[in-house]
C-alpha cells in the first residue's frame, strides 16, 4: 500500500493539482485570516480554522474528482484492474494520498498559529490548537472518501467535482430539515472541535462516514472490475 500512497501523493504534485490546492486553500484562508483576525482583532486560532474547515467543503473536490474517473479518461483503468494489488488496497492508497496533501496544508496553516502567538506574546490555546486540528483531519477524511466515491461513478471529473461540492454543500442544511438527518452532515459532527472538545459522538460520526463511503467505493469498483 505504501507504494500507491507515494505513487499518488507524487502524481499530486507532478501535476498542477497538488499546488492549485495548497495555493488555493491557503489564499482563501489568508483572506479569512484577515478579516476575522486581523480586522475584528481576533486571536483565536480554532475559530479560524472552524472557517477554513468550510473552505474544504469547496476544494476537496480538487483532489477527489480525478481519483478514479481520471482513471477511466486517461485509459489506466485497465491498468488499475490488472494490477496485482487488490482493488481494497488501491482505494484506501488513494484515500491516504489525497490525506496527506491534506496533511502537508495543514502543516502551512500553522503560520497563522504562529502569528497568532506572537500577538500575544507566546504559546497560547495549545489543547484548543490540537483539537481542531484533529477533528480537521477527520472531517477531510470523510470529504475525501465521499469524494472518491463520487468519482468512482462516472468518468467525467468535471462531473465528479461539482457532485462532490454540491452535495457536500447539501450536507449543511441537512440538520435544519431534521435532527435525524444530522448523523449525514459530516460538518455538523465538526462543530465542537473548534471549541476545544473532542465528541466521542462526533468523532465515531466522521469516522463512520469515512469508512461508509470507503467501503462504497471498493464496491462500485470491484464490480466494475468484475464485469470486465
Known amino acids: 500500500m505504501w507504494a500507491i500512497i507515494k505513487k499518488e501523493v507524487k502524481n499530486y504534485f ?4 497538488g499546488y492549485v490546492f495548497i495555493g488555493a486553500f491557503m489564499l482563501l484562508s489568508s483572506i479569512f485570516f484577515y478579516l476575522f483576525v ?4 481576533s486571536v483565536e486560532f480554532s475559530g479560524l480554522f472552524y472557517s477554513t474547515s468550510e473552505l474544504l467543503t469547496f476544494t476537496v473536490a480538487l483532489l477527489t474528482m480525478g481519483m478514479f474517473a481520471g482513471e477511466r479518461k486517461n485509459g489506466t483503468e485497465v491498468l488499475l484492474f490488472t494490477s496485482s494489488k487488490s482493488i481494497t488496497s488501491i482505494v484506501i492508497g488513494k484515500f491516504l494520498a489525497a490525506l496527506v496533501v491534506i496533511l502537508i496544508t495543514e502543516v502551512f496553516s500553522m503560520i497563522y498559529y504562529v502569528i497568532l502567538c506572537s500577538f500575544n506574546g507566546g ?18 477524511g470523510a470529504y475525501i472518501s465521499f469524494g472518491g466515491f463520487m468519482s468512482s461513478l462516472t468518468e467525467n471529473q468535471i462531473i465528479a ?38 465528541s466521542i459522538t462526533d468523532t465515531v460520526g ?14 462500485i469498483l470491484q464490480r466494475k472490475k468484475n464485469l470486465k
Open 161 to 198: 467535482g461539482i457532485t462532490t461540492v454540491i452535495l457536500l454543500l447539501a450536507t449543511w442544511f441537512l440538520p435544519n430539515l431534521s435532527s435525524g438527518f444530522a448523523m449525514l452532515s459530516p460538518i455538523n459532527f465538526f462543530q465542537k472541535y473548534p471549541q476545544g472538545i473532542i
Open 123 to 140: 504559546i497560547t490555546q495549545v489543547a484548543e490548537t490540537i483539537t481542531v486540528l484533529i477533528g480537521f483531519i477527520l472531517l477531510a
Open 206 to 219: 466522521l469516522v463512520s462516514i469515512t469508512v461508509l463511503f470507503t467501503v462504497l467505493t471498493i464496491i
Open 14 to 17: 507532478y501535476s498542477p493539482i
Open 38 to 41: 486581523l480586522s475584528y482583532g
